[in-house]
């Protein structure tokens, strides 16, 4: 084997090398603290995680959460684009909403999250906690994809009378689309993330935050880690999906 | 190949950094007791203010935020000897920490409050009843007494319409409830002291229904709902010999103690780094239940309450029942 093809092979499966490296390091920590309560070894993990995944109530919990998460996600990615394409159409708009953003921008996570457990039931509350945090990173993402376009190619589009539908579908859309879905993809993890920790505070039924807290009550440290790489692995699929859908997407631009 | 180097020297150092920080929690110059904070820490309010020292050795008391703290610092022997919950006690000895449990020292400060005034348990079919933590001990508490007297119930925050099972809902703290029973979101919910007094002062028309230690009691023939035991680590009680005997003494006198002077127990807890917020007055330190039975005596209530706590999920308390040699003799 020549050292340019070994090269190729530890470049290709770097990612698995860091993961082995990960779990060793884990795994040698496991053995000097030595207590499973602490830190349980990573084979005790995987058991658990194996036992959870042929439990029925592993898949409520895991679709409990993934439907808030969707929910919560459509909510903000909507109402992020229409105003986002409003506010890019009529500056008037923008300057109005702003202070909106800026808002839920800047409110602390935390007292969102607090302040929609008086106001909600704890299967909502997650919801709206997702929409309020994703909206403005959606929102940002989305009006500077739409200024990003270059001015002259719409200017010269209008002055060759291209009708507006062509201008939408044609310049507007394959324009913004790598932007959108990049967010979408950093956005898709994180919102995951955010649901679960409000589920915990939230109490919510068949949801995993609410399986990690009662783990963590029973100080079944084994069974929290095992829920938390199921976490990891749902949202590293999520973002997997929405990568396929752009490489996807940008073979349809091109075409 | 100097990459490959560099990166088993990483793996090196972060193990040698690994083992070093295992290392230090294992040396230790002088005891230490925790409690969580909240009620619990009612247990050793005096000691909290004495600050008594034993022998030559020096002892330092610590409030820590709960249950989790315990756990780890007991552990990893951190701590020596603490207040913990009774399932928490029995989890950490099944997890392969040798532990006694010295004493029963809290005995229920679970109530569960209305709006509405009812006289028996079965009028709550049909209605929902709010629950502070899915799946903790008030939890299974209340689920053990239902099924024992069989009521059936179901997990939604609606109520059930036929009128034929309590609805259980949850929150995760009293703080949350407070509010929910105020606006009347909520008729019904289980607290624990302090936070059932505030509850009460707070919420115009509230009233105080049913101890859970009674309907626990009642249940099971009269046994003491042990919720909270003293443990000490083993190493420790063999290390420092008498030791035992000399704090059992402290946690019984603490009991008169905290009854005659609430406020310099809430002081004492407010020294130490309380969050308890609620002034602490007779009545409501008489409803935190706190009192002091050595564990020989406490054995068959443990045992109850744990057996209790493992018919709905073994994790609770760590898999299994805890052996005899858990009890310290």
Known sequence: MNKAKLKSIIVRFSPLITVGVFILIWYIAAIAVDIELILPRPALVFKELLALISGKTFWTAVGGTLSRSFTGFAISFALAMILAVAGFAIKPIHRAFSPLVIISRAIPTMSVILLSLIWLTSQTSPILISSLIMFPMFYSDFYSALNNIDKGVIDMAKLYKVGAKDIVTRLYIPNILPSVLDSVRSGISFNVKIVIAAEVLAQTRQSMGISMQISRVMLDTASLLAWTAAAVAISYALELIVELIKRFAVKWRRA | ?329
């Open chain 2, 1 to 329: 190949m100097k990459k490959l180097f560099v990166a088993i020297l990483i793996v090196i150092i972060a193990a040698a950094a690994v083992f070093t920080f295992a290392a230090c929690n294992n040396e230790k110059g002088s005891i230490k007791i925790i409690v969580p904070d909240g009620a619990p820490a009612l247990a050793i309010a005096k000691m909290l203010k004495d600050k008594p020292q034993f022998d030559k050795y020096e002892i330092t008391y610590e409030i820590v935020p709960g249950a989790a703290e315990i756990s780890a610092k007991i552990a990893n022997g951190e701590a020596d000897f603490a207040i913990a919950p009774t399932n928490i006690a029995a989890n950490i000895y099944n997890k392969g920490t040798d532990i006694r449990i010295i004493s029963a020292n809290t005995f229920g400060n679970l109530y569960l409050v209305g709006t509405e005034s009812v006289s028996d348990l079965s009028d709550l079919k049909g209605e929902v009843v709010y629950n502070i933590g899915m799946g903790g001990t008030p939890d299974l508490t209340f689920k053990y007494i239902l099924n024992q007297m069989g009521i059936e119930y179901f997990a939604s925050d609606v109520a059930d319409e036929t009128g034929a099972k309590v609805a259980l809902h949850y929150v995760s703290s009293g703080a949350e409830l407070i509010p929910l029973l105020k606006t009347g979101n909520a008729k019904f919910g289980i607290l624990g002291e302090p936070a059932v007094s505030q509850a009460l002062k707070n919420v115009s028309g509230s009233i105080r229904l049913f101890a859970i230690h009674d309907l626990w009691a009642d249940v099971t023939e009269g046994l003491d709902y042990t919720q909270a035991v003293f443990v000490g680590r083993k190493d420790a009680i063999d290390k420092y010999e008498g030791i035992v005997e000399w704090l059992s003494d402290l946690l019984d006198e603490n009991v008169d103690w905290i009854a005659a002077n609430p406020a310099e127990a809430q002081a004492a807890l407010a020294d130490a780094g309380s969050t308890l917020t609620v002034a602490l007055n007779k009545q409501i330190i008489r409803a935190c239940n706190i009192g002091f039975v050595p564990a020989k005596y406490a054995k068959s209530d443990i045992n109850a309450y744990l057996t209790a706590m493992a018919s709905f999920n073994a994790a609770a308390i760590g898999g299994k029942m805890p052996e005899d040699t858990i009890y310290y003799q």
